[in-house]
């Protein structure tokens, strides 16, 4: 599968932001789908995660509450919706997909930049 990230781009502090995450194949509605996002000078962390059927999803502690990941099998196509926007919330975003028995996303995206101002 290949995957396009788009939506990045520059918000103040309190703003919002959907990316979007584009799935070539035929087979997107079997991938887990999930994000993750790498700050300058740290290590890539994950972000949120979104079962097949969408049924089950997961966030980090440092934004639960203001993203959520919808899915739309449709259109082959995952969103992170970003609301009230933090500037530690500034970096690249990747979208990553793996089968269910996977246990390592094996399908990553390119990244998108998301800046947030103070």
């Known amino acids: 599968v290949q995957l396009q990230a788009s939506g990045g781009g520059l918000v103040q502090a309190g703003g919002s932001l959907r990316l979007s995450c584009a799935a070539s194949?035929?087979?997107?509605?079997?991938?887990?789908m999930a994000w993750f996002r790498q700050a300058p000078g740290k290590e890539r962390e994950f972000v949120s995660s979104i079962s097949w059927k969408g049924a089950s999803t997961g966030y980090a502690d440092s934004v639960k509450g203001r993203f959520t990941i919808p899915r739309d099998n449709a259109k082959n196509t995952v969103y992170l919706q970003m609301n009230s926007l933090r500037p530690e919330d500034t970096a690249v975003y990747f979208c990553?997909?793996?089968?269910?028995?996977?246990?390592?996303?094996?399908?990553w995206g390119q990244g998108t930049q998301v800046t947030v101002s103070s």
């Open positions: 194949g035929r087979t997107f509605s079997m991938y887990v």
């Open positions: 990553a997909a793996r089968y269910a028995y996977q246990t390592e996303y094996n399908y």
